[in-house]
């Protein structure tokens, strides 16, 4: 699958959560992408939830921001596909090949409610673009 395919659908079974919660509060809302909550609500929102597994073996797992607004991508790239933007001491590159990819395993930022708070917005996909026209602006 490419970085552009699963990014898409993935917006989209986000969306179709965050619409069903729509009278709910933000604060609720985040409450709901707790890994404990939304793992066995919505398993078909993370492969690894059908194994009962996480990302990250972490205590307060939030799956909001998966995946980090920090992480970039480009599936026609030559070299580099993916890496990220704030070039995390926690990430580490991952040499595939000829191909370069972000890896952050070792990196939890986005998983934390108190980043989320910071970064949040019912439209997933808005984040995303609203991190990365800050980065292009003059
Ligand atoms: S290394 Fe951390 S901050 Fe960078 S893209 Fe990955 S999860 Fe996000």
């Not at 009278?23 to 809302?29: A, H, P, S, V, W």
Request: glycine share 2%; charged share 35%.
């Amino acid at each position: 699958m490419t970085y552009l395919k699963w990014f898409n659908s993935h917006a989209k079974k986000h969306k179709k959560i965050v619409d069903s919660l729509k009278n709910k509060t933000d604060d609720e809302i985040i409450e709901y992408f707790r890994w404990d909550n939304i793992s066995k609500s919505d398993v078909d929102f993370c492969p690894l939830f059908k194994e009962g597994k996480k990302c990250h073996d972490i205590q307060n797992l939030n799956c909001y921001l998966c995946a980090c607004p920090n992480f970039r991508f480009d599936d026609n790239a030559s070299k580099i596909k993916s890496y990220c933007s704030i070039d995390s001491k926690n990430g580490r590159k991952l040499f595939v090949n000829e191909e370069i990819h972000q890896d952050c395993s070792g990196c939890v930022v986005a998983h934390s409610e108190k980043y989320i708070k910071k970064y949040f917005d019912r439209d997933w996909k808005r984040i995303f673009k609203r991190n990365i026209q800050k980065e292009n602006e003059p």
